[in-house]
Structure formats: C-alpha cells, structure tokens
C-alpha cells in the first residue's frame, strides 16, 4: 500500500502575499511620481529664472543705450530751441526744444514714464547749397530719408525742422536760411518708454505704446540734477521733484519683473523695490534690475 503525497509546488500566491506586491508598487510608483513632480517644478523655476534674466537685461540695455544718447543733436550742442520749425502740430512728441521729458507714476501700476528725444543718425550731408527757394537734395537715394519723414537741417549754428513732402520736386516747405555743403540732414525722434498691457494682457514694457519686453510689472525712475555745473548730479528725485530736466545729467531706471507663469514658487515673493517692498502675487518669481545711466550729451 502506497501513501499519496502533496504536491511540494506552490500554484498561486496568498492574499497576504499579494497585498505586500501592491505596497511596494504603490510606493514605486509614487515614488517615480515624487520625482517627476518635483524635477518639473525645478526645470519651471530654472525656466523662469532664466526669461527673466533674459528680459530684464534686454530692457536695460535698450533703456541704457537711449537714455545715453538723449539730448543728441548733430553738430548742435544743444536742442534746436532756435530752430524754425515748419511742422503743424509742434507740441508733445514733435516738441524738439527739450531732450528730456517725463511723468511720476502716470503708467500701469504707478509706473513711470520718460520720452527722450535727439536725433537717430550721424547726418546726411547736403550734396548742393541751399537756399530758401531750392529743393533739399542729400547724399544718395539710400539715404533713409523719404515722404513723411520729420527732419532736422543744421549747419551747427542754426537749424529748420520740416516734413519731406515729396522727392524728386520742389516740396511745400519754404525754407529761412541759407545752407552750404558743410549742412547735414538728420532724423529728430521721440522715444516715449512707459509700462503698459501687452499682447498676452501681461505688464510689459513699451516703446511709443508697441510692445518690447515682456513681464516688466513697473518702473521707477529718478533724475540726477546738477545744480552748480560740475557734470556731477547733486542729488537724485522723481519726475515732480525736478527743478529744471535741462540740468539732469543722469538717470537712475528700476525694473520690476516677473515670470509669465503662476506657481513657479512655494509662496508670494516680497521683494525690495522703491524703498519700500512689493509682493509679487499669485506665487511667481520676481527681480528687480537697476542701473543709473549718464547722459553722455549733457556730461561735456
């Protein structure tokens, strides 16, 4: 007689066994999860350190690079104040007797605003005398001068300031001076930078209402007076401080930026920023970025 013998192979698994399976899977899981959650939020933030690094370096250089060259009139060493200007409408940005204008808190968010003003090239020189009976002819055609164009004609000690009508014939503008050859041609502009909506409904910072740099939530700028001649501003104030904006021989800009993003951060930043500290809402980055600027026309 033969005893039968149990199977010494296992044909499935416990419960108990199971249960053990699915925790340790479970904690893989949220394990692989954790750290996918937590490199996404590092690469957001490095992401949005990055464009705001980006951002407020670029709106630096091109505040630094116009506010350097404001009041920059050719030969002139001074605004066309004395220049017969022939335009119709001779205020606001087609007012050429200051190189410097601006306004306190008149932008989004109690920003800022500062219009600069000079000319935008080196000259054109003037290929025949002119007088108050011919036509204006510079250089070449590849000039960049053309119909609607507002330009300056200066000979270093007087100037005209008219609209090119026409080429290739006599235009309307009568002119009071005689120029010679040692005359030259040059494009008066006026660069109104102010912070404003941008395309994306966002603050941004903007040139004459078009928009450059994104993200720039506000701006605060003082102005360097120098009282007694020395090219050495005495004192820095805001806009409605000024006494005289001929006598501010430098400019002091701050930026606020901050990411396009929401939740970049663990909580609301409180940043320092116009003596004071501002809270950079619905938990995104901030900086700020400041830079005092010279304006070289006006340090000689």
Known sequence: M????????????????????????LVLV????????????????????????ENGRFALYLLTRD??????WGCLTTPPKSADNHLAVT???????????????????????ITLKGVSNNGV????????ATDVQTVSDNSGLGVGVVVLLSNCLQGEIFQIDSTGSTGAVTLDNTYGLDASIYKPEARIYSIGPGASGEPALLLNGVELVEGVENMQILYGEDTDGDLTPNYYVD?????????????????LLRSMEN??????????????TSIIANRR????????????????
Do not use: P
């Open 30 to 53: 949220g394990g692989v999860t954790q750290t996918y959650i937590s490199t996404k939020q590092t690469y957001r933030l490095t992401e949005a350190q990055s464009r705001i690094q």
């Open 263 to 276: 939740n970049v951060t663990s909580s609301n930043l409180v940043v320092t920023y116009n003596n004071g």
């Open 239 to 255: 806009a409605a401080t000024v006494t005289d904006m001929e006598q501010v021989v430098s400019v002091k800009v701050s930026l």
């Open 91 to 113: 205020t606001g940005i087609y007012d050429f007797t200051d190189g410097l204008a601006a306004t306190n808190d008149a932008g989004l968010n109690d920003s800022d605003t």
């Open 2 to 25: 033969s005893l039968s013998t149990r199977n010494k192979y296992q044909n499935g698994l416990t419960l108990v066994e199971l249960m053990i399976a699915m925790v340790i899977s």
């Open 285 to 300: 980055l901030g900086r700020v970025f400041s830079a005092t600027i010279n304006i070289r026309n006006r340090m000689q």
């Open 67 to 72: 506010i350097r060259m404001a009041d920059f």
């Open 125 to 132: 020189h003037l290929t025949q005398v002119v007088s108050n």
